[in-house]
């Protein structure tokens, strides 16, 4: 099995990464960085590379994906701007908050503890740049208030975790992607 070595298995398909890694640096486009590297990550977990050594390196990239992102906040510029405007902010103080994240605190408050009432969200019409994408969990929180996003939350994770026992149940437990296909 070459793929559970870790050269064979992480290493060198990591290496034509690298250079799209640096193409997309000079860009620079950070966000596809940090996606690119998610992908190659779970292309990598799904195949089954790197046997034990897979923990070790997924702990190492998500150091570095944390690094980063560290490194992106505190280098000033657009990225700094945006890290600073989404994370760095608590929502009662929106004076150096985006305009975007601003108008997505909005929504959220004025949902209220159970909503507006579907349909009825303002701050989808006129304030929220991509409300049925970027900012939906803004526009669910108007319309569904607390109640509602709290509800939203509670599905994903049971999705999540429903998700998580279908390979767990099946016989093909050293292959993820076997693990996954219907019968």
């Given at each position: ?92 103080d929106t004076t150096n908050m985006l305009w975007q994240t601003r108008q997505s ?52 994770v049971l999705l999540t975790l429903l998700g998580g026992l279908i390979p767990s149940r099946k016989a093909a437990k050293s ?9």
């Open positions: 099995d070459k793929i559970k070595n870790p050269i064979y298995g992480i290493l060198l398909p990591a290496l034509p990464l690298i250079p799209v890694l640096i193409l997309l640096k000079l860009e620079p486009h950070n966000s596809a960085m940090l996606l690119m590297c998610a992908i190659f990550g779970t292309m990598i977990f799904c195949a089954g590379g790197g046997g034990a050594w897979l923990f070790g390196a997924i702990g190492v990239g998500l150091a570095g994906a944390a690094a980063y992102l560290n490194y992106l906040a505190n280098s000033g510029g657009y990225a700094a701007d945006r890290l600073g405007g989404v994370w760095g902010l608590t929502p009662t605190v909005y929504a959220i408050c004025t949902g209220g503890l159970f909503g507006v009432g579907i349909g009825n969200s303002v701050q989808k019409h006129q304030w929220l740049p991509y409300a049925e994408n970027d900012f939906i969990f803004s526009v669910v929180c108007e319309e569904l208030g607390f109640v509602g996003a709290v509800a939203l939350i509670l599905l994903s292959d993820p992607v076997t693990a996954l296909r219907t019968e």
